[in-house]
T-cell receptor, first 111, second 114 residues
Framework: QKEVEQNSGPLSVPEGAIASLNCTYS??????FFWYRQYSGKSPELIMF????GDKEDGRFTAQLNKASQYVSLLIRDSQPSDSATYLC???????????FGGGTRLMVKP | KAGVTQTPRYLIKTRGQQVTLSCSPI?????VSWYQQTPGQGLQFLFE???????NKGNFPGRFSGRQFSNSRSEMNVSTLELGDSALYLC?????????????FGSGTRLTVV
């Protein structure tokens, strides 16, 4: 059973702070890793993907991957109230396009 | 560029009935996957279609089925509906067959079984 684990939160950070979201996965053969943001009542929206060890930056977002530790994280710099949402970690393993999702971390950014 | 279109947006059905949901992927996308999202179980993979062939299937009973047409549009069908089938059903499309890229999700179909 391939598993993806996230702390459900809520993670509360003040506006302007760095929010750090974490995710662990069980399948060492996992190839690609994705972060989605989901606002209440909406569908998930892709923020970033990463498949090599290290950091990948896109604007205020940085994804970090450590395959040896089976750990992937998302940093959000200069957090804004509009970043308040549930963040879903997803992992792709094997052939095809099946993604296994974590349960999501709810982020609250307080003005 | 149009996004992923799912119809209908909302659906109310009675236990025992069957339902068909439709998904039109982004133009040029050949891979379509379906997911079920519930508060208790989160997002769970149902199945994936690529070039009209089912390539992956999740751990759902045979009441859940799908298909993909030559224009990449996909449908999923749930027969003999149960109360526990109430969920948000999400369709997602991807541009590559052996992809390292994530999916683009549609707005979903919210199914309520009464």
């Amino acid at each position: 059973q391939k598993e993806v684990e996230q702390n459900s939160g809520p993670l509360s950070v003040p506006e302007g702070a760095i929010a750090s979201l974490n995710c662990t996965y069980s399948d060492r053969g996992s190839q690609s890793f994705f972060w989605y943001r989901q606002y209440s009542g909406k569908s998930p929206e892709l923020i970033m993907f990463i498949y090599s060890n290290g950091d990948k930056e896109d604007g205020r977002f940085t994804a970090q991957l450590n395959k040896a530790s089976q750990y992937v994280s998302l940093l959000i710099r200069d957090s804004q109230p509009s970043d308040s949402a549930t963040y879903l970690c997803a992992v792709k393993s094997g052939a095809g396009n099946m993604l296994t999702f974590g349960g999501g971390t709810r982020l609250m950014v307080k003005p | 560029k149009a996004g992923v279109t799912q119809t209908p947006r909302y659906l109310i059905k009675t236990r025992g009935q069957q339902v068909t949901l439709s998904c039109s992927p982004i133009s040029g996308h050949r891979s379509v996957s379906w997911y079920q999202q519930t508060p208790g179980q989160g997002l769970q993979f149902l199945f994936e279609y690529f070039s009209e062939t089912q390539r992956n299937k999740g751990n759902f009973p045979g009441r859940f089925s799908g298909r993909q047409f030559s224009n990449s549009r996909s449908e999923m069908n749930v027969s003999t509906l149960e109360l526990g089938d109430s969920a948000l059903y999400l369709c997602a499309s991807s541009s590559s067959g052996a992809t390292n890229y994530g999916y683009t999700f549609g707005s979903g179909t919210r199914l309520t079984v009464v």
